[in-house]
């Protein structure tokens, strides 16, 4: 279920003005007489119509205003596809074909000549990777669908083939069930199958998983066949994909996947300098459970935590000697359950490890030149969450996000292990590469990003350089720590 508004009302006297073109060549164009407008509302940037026939774009229009809102005129007697864009003109592009049921070929007659054709607001659907106008006409009646993307949004859109033959080196937290962490090696071949090996499950070796059956939308959302639980969004840049499932023992699960490949340093020169840390443990309770966050100092391999906030407070410290090898995998001296993966940019490390028997996972990126603004937070993003703490707490969430050039955000289209969950807006402030709550702080807020209350103080998060990962941490009130994870 999500939940929909509609923002304009359909004009008097349209019932009827669409048809459905057949698809694979049945039944031809309608018979051409003038235009119609197409008009509506988007959460996102770009509006986009193309003729059926000829695979062109007739018409591209820029959504303004709060809400977004858009108008095209476009020919009538020609058969459409039409698609919704987000980030446009940013190099985190995602497109969502409009559906209406199975259908995404839309035909105009003449009777159509003059007429609005109000869509009201098209939602995204994480689930499929295509969007859903609120309004649907009576008489409008689907004739077909088309897989085929035409040339000027190919840059844009996704595939299995953008995956395909590469490794992926993930980490996995469950914050239920069997609690614990799991990390190995992803990768997919040309059929879309994934194959999982060199699997860890906190500190047993398991068996290899083959011929997981995986399906990529247009708009970068990858699906598991053989798991309606399992969400996953990939980044533009096909350097990390996040997920939320529900593990097979019952419980809450994100994983982190980083694609391999590069050259690394294995004298831990690639490690050197300052990083900062967000981290979550998943413990029993919302004692053994926590977040924390704060600055690492490397030196090589060689490595001090010189800051260090947790849900308890200020404090705690440390000293640690990793090693890196050559592809990349980070260890720790004296911690056989640590863990990490480098992504090929050398910015971001993900990791899992054991600490006082309960298991955490860990994500730092590197401090780089780059100046930051609230304003850098701007765009559409797709979150996902893992939540630790009391028994009530711990859970998963995915949806959009939607945050304007002021920081305030908009969770929209949320979905929980437990069912939908309530939309909610947050402000954020954005400070050398450091998020925290707008307002006075020390308060409760209610509609976090998992659906429960925030502690505005405690709230914490990070960007990367490359300002197209954001991950968070912050109390709920209630016992409960989520850990939040928005890609672009």
Known sequence: MRIRRSYFGWTVGILGALLFAACGGGGGSPVSGGTATIQGSVPGTVFVAVDNDTNLEVGRVTATGTPKTFSMNIPTGKSYRFYMMENEGTGNARVYPVYMGVNNIFALDNTANGQVIDFGLINPDLVTGRSTPANTPPLMMGRGASSTVPSSLAGSAFSMDNVAGTSWGYNTLMTSGTMGWEHGSLSFDNNGLGHMTGIVRN???????????????????????????????????????????????????????????????????????????????????????????????????????????????????????????????????????????????????????????????????????????????????????????????????????????????????????????????????????????????????????????????TFHGVMNGSKNIMVSSYSDGSGGYPFSIQLK
């Open 203 to 457: 500190g047993t070796p398991l068996s290899n998983r083959d011929d997981i059956p995986y399906a990529m939308s247009l708009s970068g959302m990858l699906r598991n066949a053989g798991d309606n639980t399992f969400q996953c969004v990939v980044s533009r840049d096909m350097s990390v994909m996040v997920a939320t499932f529900t593990d097979n023992t019952g419980g809450p699960a994100m994983m982190v996947a980083q694609k391999r490949g590069g050259v690394y340093a294995t004298d831990g020169s690639d490690l050197t300098g300052t990083w900062r840390f967000q981290r979550i443990t998943a413990g029993g309770d919302n004692t053994t459970s926590g977040w924390a966050y704060g600055t690492m100092q490397f030196v090589f391999g060689s490595a001090g935590i010189t800051s260090m906030t947790t849900n308890a407070g200020v404090g705690g410290g440390g000293n640690f000697a990793f090693s890196m090898d050559g592809s990349g995998i980070l260890t720790e001296t004296g911690d056989p359950s640590f863990y990490g993966v480098m992504s090929p940019d050398k910015s971001t490390i993900v990791a899992t490890d054991t600490f006082g028997g309960n298991p955490e996972m860990w994500v730092l990126m590197k401090n780089t030149t780059a100046t930051y603004a609230t304003a850098d937070m701007a765009g559409d993003w797709v979150m996902h969450a893992v939540s630790s703490g009391n028994t009530g707490s711990r859970n998963w969430t995915y949806g959009q996000s939607i945050v304007d050039s002021s920081g305030t955000d908009t969770f929209s289209g949320l979905m929980g292990n437990a069912g939908p969950v309530a939309s909610s807006r947050m402000t954020f402030l954005m400070n050398g590469g450091v998020m925290t709550m707008g307002g006075s702080g020390g308060g409760m807020m209610g509609g976090g990003m998992m659906g429960g209350g925030v502690t505005t103080s």
